[in-house]
């Protein structure tokens, strides 16, 4: 049984979050993109149009690193750079049908991952995980 001393707790919550992240992120779309690159596409599918030091600055990059990775997704046709409306000195960076397919098809596959290994445990434990959720988000939001 783990501890649940605060401070032994820590630990092994960190190290068993960090597995299961690693673990859901191996399940990708069709792209098979690097998480750095999956996170700009998600980032534009929630706020929209970006600049590329926006999302440098949102995904805490430096702006030549998120110059070679709006780059890369371009050239694969999940984003394009558009003109700014307001300053002609600035691009915006957009997502594509192409590249909303790409974080609909990785959600899918990462949610269905997840429910065949939920489906496998009781009824009891998944209660468990959906009150530790819970926590997690209010640990995440304080």
């Known amino acids: ?7 032994t ?14 673990r859901l992120r191996s399940e990708h779309g069709e792209a098979d993109l690097p998480d750095s ?11 929209g149009d970006l600049t590329p030091g926006a999302l440098a600055q949102r995904e805490r990059v ?5 110059t070679r990775t709006v780059n890369c997704l371009e050239d694969l046709g999940l984003v394009e750079k558009v003109a700014h409306p307001t ?16 974080v609909v098809e990785t959600r899918r596959r990462r949610d269905a991952w997840l429910a065949d290994k939920l ?7 998944r209660a468990v995980l959906a009150r530790a959720s819970e926590l997690f988000l209010e640990i995440a939001s304080s």
């Not at 707790?9 to 690693?22: N, W």
């Open 62 to 66: 430096k702006p030549p690193a998120m």
């Open 87 to 102: 300053d002609g000195r600035l691009v915006l960076v957009r997502l594509t049908e192409k590249g909303e397919r790409e």
């Open 37 to 47: 690159q999956f996170g700009v596409l998600t980032a534009l599918l929630r706020q």
């Open 9 to 22: 707790l820590a630990g092994e919550l960190r190290v068993s979050s960090g597995r299961f992240i690693r």
């Open 1 to 7: 049984m783990p501890s649940t001393a605060p401070s």
């Open 119 to 125: 489906h496998g445990l009781s009824a009891q434990d």
